[in-house]
């Protein structure tokens, strides 16, 4: 490992005010991780999960953490209107709060640094361990660094037989020359609780490079019900890893949904657990990639307990010399009767230099399963657009329609109007921008 690799960030920790008076515990996690980093470097593609995934280019010893004088409350998202149907909503640069409405009796809806002062029980029964329970085959470098420099993000708890039937909103921006951000998000949805949550992720500026590493984590008690849609359009000169899981008890549905739409390059590694006996989850993305963009995105459904269904649909549209990496396995552990899994991966390449890899996989202990995978890639189909265009629209608004009709089929299964709106804006944004260039 180089000398310098991390001396931006090490420089600014000790001083770091976020990182003061923390518990013990939390004291230890980051210790136990800045133990490790010096043995750690950027993974090669000669690693199985980085076989596509080059990230040579990137040079952490150029970012560092926020300063607070790096926050601008005047860029960024406007706070959305008619905030009395929201549940609750935060608005959070470089991991600081500028904002927070909604403050519901029945429920805890904070952001990290507080909830590590009102809550630091909470967190250290939960934060972490849907990750050691389900580690990546290979912990990479930005899994230890997230853990050595966690700030930012928020937690969400439902607590038991809590139904909150308003979506909850999160903004969280990167702003700053060279800033890294090492947020979080756990939610806790206890036994019979109900919630929906929006977490919509960017950069302040277009012209800023930025490091985002961050971590999700989910928790569905028994007979609860979850939505989460988290939208990434981060500008690209962000580079982007995240790993994500959700542990799923009985009787629980997660409806889990993801979109791709900014970033120079991101890496995503996302596991489902269904853990209990009737769980279930749909794990729905979407992705458009343009220019020289490349994302990458490993799922994974864990089907540890019998009778549970898993259903996954990941949809990319790509342009110009973009390239998108899609790697799906269906792991049903021994024992585990009675399972319902399926995933498809589908690619529409707008370009002949746009590249999509789809690689599905099964890995079956079980004999009373119904598991199954699907992967297609090609071109826009010429009499669709030809069809369009004999009734009156141009080629770039027969395009454009027969784009949006391909993600048809994930922005119908999100739940909320509002939601699915908000998601099909950002995608018709991305498609004028494409036509642009």
């Known amino acids: ?74 860029l960024g998202p406007n706070q959305p209107e008619n905030t009395e149907l929201l549940a609750g909503l935060m608005m959070q640069q470089n991991g600081v709060t500028l904002d927070q409405i909604g403050e519901l009796d029945s429920v805890y809806f904070a952001d990290f640094q507080t909830a590590l002062k009102e809550k630091p029980d909470l967190l250290r029964e939960y934060m ?10 290979d912990r990479s470098i930005f899994d230890v660094m ?27 921006t990167l702003n700053g020359s060279s800033v890294a951000d090492f947020s979080n998000t756990l939610i806790i949805a206890e036994d019979n609780s109900q919630a929906t949550v929006l977490e919509l992720q960017g950069s302040a500026r277009e012209n ?20 989460f849609v988290q939208i990434q359009d981060f500008n690209q000169q962000t580079w982007n890893f995240s790993t994500q899981r959700a542990l799923i008890q009985q009787s629980a549905n997660l409806r889990w949904i ?7 390059l991101s890496k995503i590694d996302q596991l489902a657990e269904l853990s209990e006996s009737g769980a279930n989850v749909d794990m729905l993305g979407l992705a458009f990639a343009q220019k020289r963009q490349h994302l990458d995105v490993h799922t994974y459904q864990k089907h540890s307990a019998a009778h549970t269904t898993s259903d996954l649909l990941y949809q990319n549209v790509l342009t110009d ?18 399972i319902d899994a399926y995933q498809k991966n589908e690619n529409l390449l707008l370009d002949k230099r746009a590249r999509a890899d789809t690689i599905p996989g099964l890995e079956i202990l079980a004999d009373e399963v119904r598991c199954t995978h699907g992967a297609t890639a090609g071109p826009v189909d010429p009499e669709q657009v030809y069809y369009l265009m004999s009734r009156g ?7 454009r329609t027969v784009v949006e009709g391909f993600f048809e089929p994930i922005l119908q299964r999100i739940p909320s109007i509002d939601l699915r709106q908000r998601l099909t804006e950002s995608v018709q944004n991305k498609l004028a921008m494409a036509h642009k260039t």
């Open 258 to 264: 993801t979109a791709c739409l900014g970033s120079r």
């Open 321 to 338: 010399r973009s390239r998108t990496v899609w790697r799906g396995m269906i792991e049903v552990v021994k024992g585990a009767q009675e």
């Open 1 to 74: 490992m180089k000398e310098r690799q991390f001396l931006s960030l090490l420089d600014h920790t000790a001083p770091n005010l976020g990182f003061q008076n923390e518990p013990s515990w939390m004291s230890d996690r980051r210790s136990s991780a800045l133990e490790q980093l010096p043995e750690l470097d950027l993974p090669g593609t000669n690693l199985e999960d980085w076989r596509r995934t080059d990230v040579r280019g990137l040079s952490i010893d150029q970012f560092c953490l926020p300063m607070p004088e790096d926050v601008d409350p005047s």
């Open 128 to 137: 972490g361990q849907a990750i050691r329970r389900n580690p990546s085959k």
């Open 146 to 172: 997230q853990s050595a420099f966690l700030q930012g993000g928020y937690v969400l708890y439902i607590p038991t037989g809590v139904v909150v039937e308003k979506p909850f909103q999160v903004f969280k």
């Open 393 to 399: 629209l141009s080629p770039e608004w027969a395009e």
């Open 208 to 227: 800023q490079a930025g490091l985002h590493c961050g971590a999700v984590e989910i928790f569905v008690g028994s007979n609860a019900h979850l939505n």
